[in-house]
């Protein structure tokens, strides 16, 4: 559709006609040049093939049509106000247990550990891939509500098996320090992440290392660094390096799980090894010794005790112990 | 021997605390630490007590007399009665002559050897050089505490070792020639035995 085209355009200019007795002098010659156009009949068929018939296509049924027009299933009722009720207390919400405790507990480690890392939080709701949320929740006003306050963050709406479908949103607080076009480049790039992977829990992991990295960038914005993004270097060579260390950091925090699931048994080892040094210690501190009683010959008519036992002098540092042993004469050693 | 002893320092008992500061070396605050170390010993080896008596003696030669005399002559005040001289552990420190002694009683001779004491003056030497007397005596306490308990444990795996250190010579002499007609009796058994 053309707007600005005319009237006078539409208006199509008149066919030439035929002079009396020009058309029937020509078809005597035997030809007459643009027959085939110049007729107002229609232009026989070149093969002369019969006639093709209407293709026939097979109507959907009833039944078909009705499953076409249902939509997806919406979250369950009873997990919306889990959901939709309260700000977040956990930055992963998957009240539906669509993650595996495992896999949960790693994505939560890795948000928790950005949250840590960045002045702008990472909310993801976890979402069914075929779900639907429900129309009664609008998502920007459960935003608004929910994060107004607080640290800027961004909310990731995560549809389980299907990123494809899943959106983000930026607390008001940033939302017009970060334009919607970089919005929309972090969901994409975070997507193509995801679709690296098969696995859907691994889809997650992937897109939110990407979105992280993102996140990033987006709080460089919001420092104001915006404005040298385009002098700065290329932009590829800098999410590389922040993808890496957003991986590093994910295997620390594989090794930091690790460490906290082996605290309690070693916590548990080492105050038992310590009890059984400290008892150990007290017992030989309570301990006694004695010592057999032999009669001993008295000498130097001693009715006690014989002989000088050691003597040390410590007149000069120049005189060390080694060199005073054996100064006790041999007259008084004991025979 | 002792009536040369006594000649010097006296014929009569004298009566002493088992900690004796003549000499004044002790500083404030470092009698409690010493009286610890001591009774620690004491609470460690029950029949065994030691004494410290700090005191100018004149010559160094004088000392190794004066530790032998005080420990056959003192009466120890605040050792029980039935507890004998011959258990005590006597340190004697001249910070005049700048000496230091210990002699022991007949009831550790069989445990203690002379090195074993020259050992645990020498943990001291190091603070008596720096005047810090205390603290000297407090690493010889903590020496000869562990030289107790390792001879105690000895002394419990194989008594007869220390039994055989004090016998009387006759006694040794007894030993040895049971020991060696044991030999020949056996040497007289394999002559036999082979002898047809």
């Given at each position: 559709m053309v707007p600005f085209a005319g009237a006078a355009v539409l208006e199509e200019p008149a066919f030439p006609v035929w002079k009396d007795g020009e058309f029937s002098g020509l078809q005597s010659s035997g030809w007459v040049a643009g027959s085939v156009l110049l007729t107002d009949e229609p232009i026989p068929d070149e093969f002369g093939a019969p006639k093709s018939e209407t293709i026939q296509i097979e109507q959907p049924k009833p039944e078909e049509v009705a499953q076409d027009l249902a939509v997806s299933p919406e979250i369950p009722e009873e997990f919306l106000p889990a959901y939709?009720?309260?700000?977040?207390?956990?930055f992963l919400i998957d009240p539906q247990r669509l993650l595996s405790s495992s896999d949960y507990r790693d994505r939560l480690s890795f948000l928790n550990y950005h949250a840590s890392d960045s002045s702008i939080d990472l909310f993801v709701y976890v979402i069914g891939g075929d779900q639907e949320i429900p129309s009664a929740v609008r998502e920007e006003e459960t935003i608004e509500r929910f994060f107004s306050a607080g640290r800027p963050a961004a909310i990731v709406f995560y549809y389980l098996g299907a990123p494809q479908r899943s959106a983000v949103y930026l607390s008001p607080s940033i939302t017009d320090a970060v334009s919607a076009a970089e919005q929309r480049r972090a969901l994409e790039s975070s997507v193509i992440q995801a679709f690296e992977k098969n696995r859907a829990p691994e889809q997650l992991e992937k897109f939110l290392v990407q979105m992280s990295i993102r996140v990033y960038w987006m709080e460089r914005m919001l420092a104001g660094e915006s404005t040298a993004r385009n002098t700065s270097p290329p932009l590829v060579p800098r999410v590389a390096a922040s993808r890496r260390v957003a991986e590093d950091a994910v295997r620390v925090h594989g090794l930091a799980d690790m460490a906290r699931e082996l605290a309690i048994p070693a916590g548990v080892l080492f105050a038992a090894v310590t009890i059984a040094m400290v008892f150990s210690a007290w017992m030989r501190s309570r301990a006694r010794y004695f010592f057999p009683e032999f009669e001993v010959e008295g000498r130097l008519g001693g009715a006690h005790a014989a002989g000088v036992g050691a003597v040390i002098s410590f007149a000069s540092a120049a005189v060390p112990p080694a060199s005073q042993r054996d100064q006790v004469p041999d007259y008084l050693r004991r025979a | 021997m002792l009536a040369d002893a006594d000649a010097r320092f006296g014929a009569e008992d004298v009566q002493v605390r088992c900690l004796t500061d003549s000499a004044g070396i002790l500083r404030r605050g470092d009698r409690p630490r010493v009286e610890a170390a001591m009774e620690r010993i004491t609470r460690r080896f029950p029949q065994v007590f030691v004494a410290i008596y700090t005191g100018s003696l004149g010559e160094v030669a004088n000392i190794r007399q004066f530790g032998f005399w005080l420990l056959n002559r003192s009466a120890f005040e605040d050792v029980p009665l039935q507890m004998p001289n011959a258990a005590g552990i006597l340190l004697t420190i001249d910070p005049e002559s700048k000496a230091a002694g210990m002699v022991f009683g007949y009831l550790l001779d069989p445990f203690l050897e002379e090195a074993d004491t020259f050992e645990c003056l020498s943990r001291a030497h190091a603070y008596w050089l720096e005047g810090r007397y205390a603290d000297g005596i407090v690493r010889v306490l903590a020496h000869l505490d562990g030289i107790l308990c390792k001879r105690s444990r000895q002394a419990r795996r194989d008594p007869e070792y220390f039994e055989r250190k004090v016998l009387p010579p006759a006694q040794v002499g007894d030993l040895l020639r049971r020991i060696r007609s044991g030999h020949r009796a056996s040497a007289e058994e394999k002559t036999m035995e082979v002898a047809p």
């Amino acid at each position: 559709m053309v707007p600005f085209a005319g009237a006078a355009v539409l208006e199509e200019p008149a066919f030439p006609v035929w002079k009396d007795g020009e058309f029937s002098g020509l078809q005597s010659s035997g030809w007459v040049a643009g027959s085939v156009l110049l007729t107002d009949e229609p232009i026989p068929d070149e093969f002369g093939a019969p006639k093709s018939e209407t293709i026939q296509i097979e109507q959907p049924k009833p039944e078909e049509v009705a499953q076409d027009l249902a939509v997806s299933p919406e979250i369950p009722e009873e997990f919306l106000p889990a959901y939709f009720a309260e700000r977040p207390k956990s930055f992963l919400i998957d009240p539906q247990r669509l993650l595996s405790s495992s896999d949960y507990r790693d994505r939560l480690s890795f948000l928790n550990y950005h949250a840590s890392d960045s002045s702008i939080d990472l909310f993801v709701y976890v979402i069914g891939g075929d779900q639907e949320i429900p129309s009664a929740v609008r998502e920007e006003e459960t935003i608004e509500r929910f994060f107004s306050a607080g640290r800027p963050a961004a909310i990731v709406f995560y549809y389980l098996g299907a990123p494809q479908r899943s959106a983000v949103y930026l607390s008001p607080s940033i939302t017009d320090a970060v334009s919607a076009a970089e919005q929309r480049r972090a969901l994409e790039s975070s997507v193509i992440q995801a679709f690296e992977k098969n696995r859907a829990p691994e889809q997650l992991e992937k897109f939110l290392v990407q979105m992280s990295i993102r996140v990033y960038w987006m709080e460089r914005m919001l420092a104001g660094e915006s404005t040298a993004r385009n002098t700065s270097p290329p932009l590829v060579p800098r999410v590389a390096a922040s993808r890496r260390v957003a991986e590093d950091a994910v295997r620390v925090h594989g090794l930091a799980d690790m460490a906290r699931e082996l605290a309690i048994p070693a916590g548990v080892l080492f105050a038992a090894v310590t009890i059984a040094m400290v008892f150990s210690a007290w017992m030989r501190s309570r301990a006694r010794y004695f010592f057999p009683e032999f009669e001993v010959e008295g000498r130097l008519g001693g009715a006690h005790a014989a002989g000088v036992g050691a003597v040390i002098s410590f007149a000069s540092a120049a005189v060390p112990p080694a060199s005073q042993r054996d100064q006790v004469p041999d007259y008084l050693r004991r025979a | 021997m002792l009536a040369d002893a006594d000649a010097r320092f006296g014929a009569e008992d004298v009566q002493v605390r088992c900690l004796t500061d003549s000499a004044g070396i002790l500083r404030r605050g470092d009698r409690p630490r010493v009286e610890a170390a001591m009774e620690r010993i004491t609470r460690r080896f029950p029949q065994v007590f030691v004494a410290i008596y700090t005191g100018s003696l004149g010559e160094v030669a004088n000392i190794r007399q004066f530790g032998f005399w005080l420990l056959n002559r003192s009466a120890f005040e605040d050792v029980p009665l039935q507890m004998p001289n011959a258990a005590g552990i006597l340190l004697t420190i001249d910070p005049e002559s700048k000496a230091a002694g210990m002699v022991f009683g007949y009831l550790l001779d069989p445990f203690l050897e002379e090195a074993d004491t020259f050992e645990c003056l020498s943990r001291a030497h190091a603070y008596w050089l720096e005047g810090r007397y205390a603290d000297g005596i407090v690493r010889v306490l903590a020496h000869l505490d562990g030289i107790l308990c390792k001879r105690s444990r000895q002394a419990r795996r194989d008594p007869e070792y220390f039994e055989r250190k004090v016998l009387p010579p006759a006694q040794v002499g007894d030993l040895l020639r049971r020991i060696r007609s044991g030999h020949r009796a056996s040497a007289e058994e394999k002559t036999m035995e082979v002898a047809p």
